[in-house]
């Protein structure tokens, strides 16, 4: 299992932007995809978005598409999710999570993750 480390959380006004980051040494192989979920007060953790070892499939909830966008940089060993035009319906405790996949290509919103991070809360809010 990896040690991820989420940064990136915290209060913002309705419209606003945060970049969520979760960084793991091994993340710098490219050999695991990675989500992001959320859950917020009183309701079931939700699959926000998740990439590809090789960043080269990504997929959004219905919800967050065309406003948020999750990329990895290899070299900061880090992935990001870039979080535009957030709505109050967005405040929740983000998480990271990881896994090795059945092969490069491959990620899910609905699947197994095996190693998760400790959450960052994000508050959307006047």
């Known amino acids: 299992q990896l040690q991820l480390v989420e940064s990136g959380g915290g209060l913002v006004q309705p419209g606003g932007s945060l970049r969520l980051s979760c960084a793991a040494s091994?993340?710098?192989?490219?050999?695991?995809?990675v989500a992001w979920f959320r859950q917020a007060p009183g309701k079931e953790r939700e699959g926000v978005s998740c990439?590809?070892?090789?960043?080269?499939?990504?997929k959004y909830t219905e919800s967050v598409e065309g406003r948020f966008r999750i990329f990895r940089d290899v070299a900061k060993s880090a992935v990001f999710l870039q979080m535009d035009s957030l709505k109050p319906d967005d405040t929740a405790v983000y998480y990271c999570?990881?896994?090795?996949?059945?092969?490069?290509?491959?990620?899910?919103?609905?699947?197994?993750?095996?190693?998760w991070g400790q959450g960052t809360q994000v508050t959307v809010s006047s």
């Open positions: 990439i590809s070892s090789t960043g080269g499939t990504t």
């Open positions: 999570a990881s896994r090795s996949p059945p092969h490069n290509m491959w990620c899910a919103l609905e699947a197994q993750y095996s190693s």
């Open positions: 091994k993340f710098r192989s490219d050999s695991y995809a």
